[in-house]
């Protein structure tokens, strides 16, 4: 079965600057999609970036990028310019593709953000 | 365009009473997912749902648990019996197609069972 694994309960940055929260995950599957999504107070599930595991080139959106490393089988998220509004749980998740219908969460990493 | 939507956000109830969920899925959107988020995890699938028919339910409590997708209306989740250990946020989520990279999600029911 597909596990995901974030072994970082709890995260801190200062505002401005630059945070990663690790993931890794393990699979046989040789083509899958992974996921990152942020949970703010409000318990809204957002989806904050997806690389999909045929591609060699990491995913970007605007100051979140992942460091996508498939042999390691891991799946690292950087926030660059860190805000007060990025302060939430970050929640990995794995889909292996095809006729499995669920996504498969880690445990979260709650993020802090210091003025 | 509305996004996904559940009510009640919050729910309490005594044990042994029953606990019924409701997901209004994003406009057009004909698949449902629902998930369970305990304290201190991440969500957990419970149920794959299409108008009318549950694809998966691998995740589903074998009692006291059933969702349903009626061909008018929401989707339900109904737990029976309701015990503590039910407590928890359930997430229901949509898609267009079943292809989870495109998948949406309500903001969550927070069931508390005193």
């Known amino acids: 079965a597909q596990t995901v694994t974030q072994s970082q309960p709890e995260m801190s940055v200062q505002e401005a600057e630059t945070v990663t929260l690790s993931c890794t995950y393990d699979?046989?599957?040789?083509?899958?999609?992974l996921f990152w999504y942020k949970q703010p107070p409000s318990r809204q599930m957002i989806l904050v970036i997806r690389?999909?595991?045929?591609?060699?080139q990491n995913a970007t959106e605007n100051r979140f990028s992942v460091n996508f490393q498939k042999a390691a089988k891991s799946f690292s998220l950087k926030i660059s310019d860190s805000q007060l509004g990025d302060a939430a749980m970050y929640f990995c998740?794995?889909?292996?593709?095809?006729?499995?219908?669920?996504?498969?969460f880690g445990k979260g990493t709650l993020l802090t953000v210091n003025p | 365009n509305a996004g996904v939507m559940q009510n009640p956000r919050h729910l309490v109830r005594r044990r042994g009473q029953e606990a019924r969920l409701r997901c209004s899925p994003m406009k057009g959107h004909s698949h449902v997912y629902w998930y369970r988020q305990l304290p201190e995890e991440g969500l957990k699938f419970m149920v794959y749902l299409q108008k009318e028919n549950i694809i998966d339910e691998s995740g589903m409590p074998k009692e006291r648990f059933s969702a349903e997708f009626p061909k008018e209306g929401p989707s339900i989740l109904r737990i029976q019996q309701v015990v503590r250990g039910d407590s928890a946020a359930y997430f229901c989520a949509s898609s267009l197609s079943p292809v989870l990279y495109e998948q949406y999600f309500g903001p969550g029911t927070r069931l508390t069972v005193t």
């Open positions: 998740a794995y889909w292996s593709g095809g006729s499995n219908y669920k996504l498969t």
């Open positions: 699979t046989s599957e040789s083509d899958y999609y």
């Open positions: 690389q999909e595991a045929y591609k060699q």
